[in-house]
């Protein structure tokens, strides 16, 4: 079992900033992707930023320039630094990670979907 906690989000002025953290705890042997998705109330969930197992970092349209995502592969922690807030921001954010947990898993690249449980991010305009 591998499980996800987030921290970090809160009620932030538009302007503001965060950082958001997630851990991941339990039977890993690697992690191959790390990323942070949101949904807003009514909406579809998006991506908000993600780094690949190589370090290729990709990051969501509406939040470009305005985040930047983090890992700490000795922690399993991955981490969202967003700033600028905007009311649009407002939403749960989820961190997500593809995890191996043997190695002939990490081998065979049959890795482990995990999600957080979500952490609120309100914006108050």
């Known amino acids: 079992q591998v499980q996800l906690v987030e921290s970090g989000g809160g009620l932030v002025q538009s302007g503001g900033s965060l950082r958001l953290s997630c851990a991941a705890s339990g039977s890993i042997f690697n992690i191959n992707a790390m990323g942070w998705y949101r949904q807003a109330p009514g909406k579809e969930r998006e991506l908000v930023a993600s780094?690949?197992?190589?370090?290729?970092?990709n990051v969501g349209d509406s939040v470009k320039g305005r985040v930047t995502i983090s890992r700490d592969l000795i922690k399993n922690t991955v981490y969202l630094q967003m700033n600028s807030l905007k009311f649009d921001d407002t939403g749960v954010y989820y961190c997500?990670?593809?995890?191996?947990?043997?190695?002939?898993?990490?081998?065979?690249?049959?890795?482990?979907?995990?999600w957080g449980q979500g952490t609120l991010v309100t914006v108050s305009s």
């Open positions: 780094i690949s197992g190589g370090g290729s970092i």
């Open positions: 997500n990670f593809e995890v191996a947990t043997n190695r002939y898993a990490s081998m065979t690249a049959r890795y482990l979907e995990v």
